[in-house]
């Protein structure tokens, strides 16, 4: 229920996700889950994507569109140095764990 979600505001929203692309930024195999996470989105102060580094080499076909949200990434050790910098690009915190 979306009137339910604007009645809370968090600060931080860790998600997951089943892709990213470099054109289009994170992407969802569900639409009604993405949808979900865009609603939730819009109610946090923080978003912070937790996703192994194998997602960075493949997407999904549901956009997430959360534009300029995401502060934070949170990955392993295998994501490479380019999309680290691409990340870092866009004013995205990655942080090798």
Request: net charge neutral; glycine share 6%.
């Amino acid at each position: 229920n979306l009137g339910a979600l604007r009645s809370h505001l968090v600060n931080f929203f860790f998600i997951g996700t089943d892709g990213y692309s470099s054109k289009i930024g994170f992407t969802n195999k569900d639409q009604m889950r993405a949808q979900a996470v865009r609603d939730m989105a819009l109610q946090a102060e923080y978003v912070i994507v937790l996703t192994e580094s194998e997602k960075f080499s493949k997407h999904s076909v549901v956009p997430l569109n959360l534009k300029d949200g995401v502060k934070m990434v949170i990955t392993d050790n295998h994501i490479t140095d380019i999309i680290k910098a691409e990340l870092e690009s866009k004013h995205i915190q990655v942080i090798i764990s």
